[in-house]
């Protein structure tokens, strides 16, 4: 399952919507999760979005959206903590 996993960050925004669109299409995947932390949630909401409103319209739907966060240390050795979220979109 790992295999079908989109990790968005800050490549251009279409090449996220192609990655899940070739998941879905040509690897043939049931399903394709879209993960993102901090500042790329938003983007991830969106590449999802594109995918099941234009690209793979009335094939794929949502099946679930998990939210959570991660702690970690930053470069000035700070814990900081950082919210993440994993959005499985799935064949109809």
Known sequence: MDDNSVFI???PFM???TGV???FTTKGAQEVTIKARGKFIS???DVAEVVMKRFLKDQIALKEIRIDSEG???QEGQDVRVSTIEITLVKK
């Open 9 to 11: 960050g800050n490549k």
């Open 72 to 74: 970690f240390k930053n």
């Open 21 to 23: 669109v070739v998941q």
């Open 43 to 45: 983007r991830a909401v």
């Open 15 to 17: 090449n996220y919507v």
